[in-house]
């Protein structure tokens, strides 16, 4: 029940994003997804000489899906 009256009296209003925080959100999300997956195809190129590009884009669409999920909420509320 203390859960639920906390909820209750919460103001959801600070959690509205404008514009150039969810700009911001997007941006350091997919930065942080292309750096990572660039860097975990330079290692697969280094330790096996080639690479897949079907793990190429698994790679790609994990790592920017992580960074959004992630990253970007804390580049967005790190600035607040």
């Given at each position: ?8 009296r ?37 330790n096996?000489?080639m ?30």
């Amino acid at each position: 029940m203390t859960r639920v009256s906390a909820l209750y009296r919460l103001d959801w209003r600070w959690l509205r994003l404008t514009k150039s925080e969810i700009l911001r959100l997007l941006a350091a999300g997919t930065i942080w997804g292309l750096a990572m997956s660039a860097g975990l195809t330079g290692l697969t190129m280094w330790n096996y000489g080639m690479v897949c590009i079907d793990d190429v884009l698994a790679t790609t669409l994990v790592a920017v899906a992580a960074g959004l999920l992630t990253l970007g909420p804390i580049a967005v509320y790190a600035r607040r």
